[in-house]
C-alpha cells in the first residue's frame, strides 16, 4: 500500500512562512501530476496548487502570488512554499499524487493565528 507523507505544518502567525514537504515513496514520480489540497474545518476539501509532469503550476486564487508548488523527481518530493499566511489558511493539507493510480497522504495541520 503506497502511502504518502506530508511534513511541514504547524502554527504560524499572519504574515508568516512554512514550507510543507510530501515524500512519495514507491510510486513513478516523474509520471504523476502532484497536487496539494486543503480542508478547513466544516468546508469541503479544495485544491491549492498543482505541478505537471512537465513542470507547469497552477494555483488557486485564493493562494496565487503567496504560495509556489515545487517537484523534486530526484527525491520523489513535491513542497509547497507559503508566504504571508493568512488565518483563512488555517487548515489539514494534503498531498496527491495521481498518475496510473492515485494516492494520498494523512495530512499535516496548518494553523494561522495570533
Known amino acids: 500500500q503506497v502511502q504518502l507523507v506530508e511534513s511541514g505544518g504547524g502554527l504560524v502567525q499572519p504574515g508568516g512562512s512554512l514550507r510543507l514537504s510530501c515524500a512519495a515513496p514507491?510510486?513513478?514520480?516523474?509520471?504523476?501530476?502532484m497536487s496539494w489540497y486543503r480542508q478547513a474545518p466544516g468546508k469541503e476539501r479544495e485544491r491549492v496548487a498543482g505541478?505537471?509532469?512537465?513542470?507547469?503550476?497552477d494555483y488557486a486564487d485564493s493562494v496565487k502570488g503567496r504560495f509556489t508548488i515545487s517537484r523534486d523527481n530526484a527525491k520523489n518530493t513535491v513542497h509547497l512554499q507559503m508566504n504571508d499566511l493568512k488565518p483563512e489558511d488555517t487548515a489539514v493539507y494534503y498531498c496527491?499524487?495521481?498518475?496510473?493510480?492515485?494516492?494520498w497522504g494523512l495530512g499535516t495541520q496548518v494553523t494561522v493565528s495570533s
Open positions: 514507491g510510486i513513478i514520480f516523474s509520471s504523476s501530476v
Open positions: 505541478v505537471n509532469i512537465g513542470g507547469s503550476t
Open positions: 496527491k499524487a495521481a498518475g496510473r493510480s492515485t494516492y
